[in-house]
């Protein structure tokens, strides 16, 4: 039997998890760095929850998060209207 898709509206959804959750998770206070080995050993946690955010951390780590400078497909088609 499929499971009925639930709506949830835009302003609820955040596919990147609560903000500063694996911080409290793992001790580490909000205004400070987590180390990538941090990250790489919280993979591996016996914790389901833990290693499903630090697992979501290193696939965010690698997002392009805005930079000011267009990427170089962006680029390409610049001057194709």
Known sequence: MARAH???????FHPGGQKGKLHRELGV????????????????SKNPEIRRDAIRAQTMAGWHHGSSKPRAADR??????
């Not at 639930?6 to 609820?12: F, G, Q, S, W």
């Not at 390409?76 to 209207?81: I, L, M, N, T, V």
């Open 29 to 44: 206070p909000v205004d400070q760095p987590i180390g990538a080995a941090r990250i790489e050993a919280a993979t591996h």
């Open 6 to 12: 639930r709506y949830v509206p835009k302003k609820d």
């Open 76 to 81: 390409r088609y610049a001057g194709h209207k």
